[in-house]
């Protein structure tokens, strides 16, 4: 039998249909999965060992026979499953919590091999809930296979860490002896062959931890998500025609000087490099990364004004409608009075995309359906870029009917490290906005403990200025691990009620329709609401000029980046902005971590804390980034990413020379995706 990476864990002998729906619980489903489900922690053990030469606080194996077992109640009420084991030098007292099973299971006048912790309970010598194997015959109780060092895995009901261990073992075994990475690599890093990298770390020789192995599978897994984004890369560069756009220099000018104040240095810097990419014959993928309030919608109104200037159009593609309208509402403004046609196009418009007469139409991603229909879109601009998702973007770059490709501008406020967008975003050119227009803008940011929340409100009762309140949830949970996590419809109900009862309270959640939300997003921003209750559905581009203040409940939920998000509701017009973060319950460690918000205002610092403290996830979220679960690699390391960058560049020109490594790595990334 000769067991592949992508088989099923069904192929391994022992794992029927019951075994296997368990291992589903762990979220293993084929043999790489469960090679991937890496010890929690090893434990070593001392050999074979006799009970009177057992000592206190040492970890153990040793085999002796079950001379009693019985199951018994404490005064207090406790479970407890006592029992004693003995060989020729002595006795030893095992106690076992909450486990009366044990008393059928376990046949005293048996031999068993013991492992766990030696401890003194009652001044005897004792062990406290120790692991149980029944030893059959000699070779049973044979550590040779193992060594000293037991590994210890995260266990689901039903499978314990030994049946892993077990199934680890015959898999290693039976296992094609193939490599993701190509052999020059694994001598050039001194890394090991896939299966003996494995073995090495679930059956280690030694404690003593070693990253190498660890680094090597990161290594595999970033190498082949990098071969796909230089591939893209090279495609969109290479075999794609984009329109021919003039740079008109003296009405890019003109509608700088139009504009009420001058832009920063930054924004000149994006508009140059988007124009050098527009009238480029290649068309452009450029991803623009820009903090709360640097100003990218302006950017995004220059590229458009260039492309209409040439006769041709621009699609603008908002996550919401209330964004697009925003956003409509900033391209009339700047761009109508030069004569430039702008459309508004909703999921509630009746009208078709190729309908409308128009140089530039903003919408949300309803736009999607009508793009392959129109021959003139010569820049396509995303919006919130990791709202939209890997999927739609990907409908945008294969849209292509004609035979040219449309400019794709991605944009995005979310704070992005440099390293995480080159594992993200590493098909895309880069320009980054990383000044406001308002240099004077401020917010300040206080973290409050619970038990001061109702001195806050009497501060936002007398500060008299509207107020957004946000919570994680939208109803009360029934999970108790959650008890204290506020949710928006019960907050709303107990302070229109109390502390708010003499204020108009709003409450605005993602069950709402797209127009309840407008409907209620309006009234507040026209005063007829003095306090928002609101889920996170606000994070992302609602802008109310006079909303001066916002509280996050349960902020320990939230990376850095979203909370750093939402702050950016507040302080967007003539005032100082005010943040209150609250955490649900103290802890030293979350409370720590929320300090940094009173630190700085710079989001990507506070995005690179929360790359170093709690994983790409809390950025932007697996399931928008498109990111494939990277495992095991660091992605606060640039030194590895550039690296493993670097050698699928190198790679990818291997593969275009040699048919058969291109057949290669295609059938291997088949196999690791799957």
Not at 567 to 579: A, H, S, T, Y
Request: hydrophobic share 35%.
């Amino acid at each position: 039998m000769t067991l592949k990476l992508n088989n099923s864990i069904s192929r391994i002998p022992g794992i029927g249909p019951t075994y296997e729906n368990l291992f589903h619980n762990l979220e293993i489903y084929t043999i790489k999965d469960l090679l991937e489900h890496l010890p929690s922690r090893l434990e070593k053990f001392s050999t074979h060992k006799k009970i009177g030469d057992l000592k206190p606080g040492e970890q153990t194996i040793f085999e002796a026979e079950l001379f009693s077992i019985e199951n018994i109640r404490t005064r207090n009420g406790k479970r407890l499953t006592k029992g004693v084991a003995k060989d020729e030098t002595g006795k030893i007292e095992i106690t076992w919590f909450n486990q009366q099973y044990l008393t059928k299971s376990l046949k005293f006048g048996k031999r068993y091999k013991f492992i766990g912790k030696v401890d003194v309970f009652g001044k005897k010598l004792s062990l406290i809930s120790p692991k149980v194997e029944e030893i059959k015959n000699e070779n049973d109780f044979d550590l040779e296979n193992q060594g000293e060092i037991l590994p210890i895995y995260p266990e689901t009901k039903g499978i314990s860490s030994k049946f892993i261990s077990s199934k680890i073992k015959i898999a290693l075994e039976e296992l094609d002896d193939v490599d993701f990475l190509p052999n020059e690599i694994i001598e050039k890093y001194g890394f090991l062959k896939l299966k003996e990298n494995f073995s090495k770390i679930h059956f280690p020789d030694s404690l003593e931890e070693n990253s190498k192995l660890i680094e090597k599978l990161g290594f595999e897994e970033l190498f082949l998500q990098m071969i796909q984004i230089e591939k893209r890369r090279e495609e969109w560069g290479q075999k794609l025609n984009s329109f021919v756009v003039q740079n008109f220099y003296e009405k890019i000018e003109n509608l700088e000087k139009s504009l009420p104040f001058p832009l920063t240095d930054s924004q000149k810097n994006a508009i140059n490099e988007i124009i050098k990419d527009l009238t480029n014959e290649q068309p452009m993928n450029r991803l623009l990364e820009g903090d709360v309030g640097t100003g990218k919608t302006l950017v995004a109104v220059f590229a458009s004004y260039l492309i209409a200037e040439n006769g041709y159009q621009t699609l603008y593609l908002a996550p919401t409608e209330i964004l697009a309208k925003q956003h409509y509402e900033t391209f009339k403004k700047y761009l109508e009075p030069l004569g430039i046609r702008i459309v508004l196009k909703t999921s509630s418009s009746k009208t078709n995309l190729q309908d409308l007469d128009f140089d530039i139409c903003i919408g949300t991603h309803a736009i999607l359906f009508d793009f392959e229909h129109l021959n003139k879109i010569a820049l396509v601009i995303v919006d919130e870029q990791h709202r939209f998702g890997v999927e739609q973007r990907s409908k945008i770059l294969n849209i292509y009917n004609h035979q040219v490709t449309p400019n794709l501008l991605t944009m995005t406020a979310t704070p992005i490290p440099r390293t995480l967008a080159l594992t993200i975003y590493g098909d895309l050119d880069i320009s980054v906005l990383d000044a406001p227009p308002n240099k004077d803008k401020k917010i300040t940011t206080y973290v409050v403990q619970p038990n001061k929340r109702d001195e806050m409100y009497k501060w936002i009762l007398d500060k008299n200025e509207p107020a957004f309140i946000v919570c994680p949830f939208i109803n009360e949970s029934e999970n108790e691990d959650f008890a204290q996590v506020k949710s928006a419809i019960k907050e709303y109900e107990n302070l229109s009620k109390g502390i708010f009862k003499n204020k108009k309270v709003g409450l605005l959640h993602g069950k709402l329709k797209p127009q309840e939300k407008e409907g209620i997003l309006t009234s507040f921003r026209n005063g007829e609401f003095d306090i928002l209750v609101s889920t996170p559905v606000i994070e992302v581009g609602v802008d109310i000029p006079d909303a001066n203040i916002i509280v996050i409940e349960s902020a320990e939920r939230y990376g850095l980046a979203s909370l750093h998000q939402l702050r950016g509701r507040v302080g967007r017009g003539q005032k100082e902005g005010f943040c209150i973060v609250i955490p649900s319950t103290f802890s030293k460690s979350s409370y720590e971590r929320l300090k940094n918000l009173e630190k700085t205002n710079n989001g990507l610092k506070l995005a690179e804390l929360d790359l170093k403290n709690r994983g790409e996830g809390d950025i932007l979220g697996r399931a928008q980034s498109g990111i494939k679960n990277l495992r095991f690699v660091d992605l606060s390391n640039a030194q590895l990413i550039e690296k493993v960058k670097n050698e699928a560049k190198k790679y990818l020109k291997e593969i275009e020379k040699n048919p058969r490594l291109k057949s290669k790595i295609d059938e291997l990334t088949i196999s690791w995706n799957n």
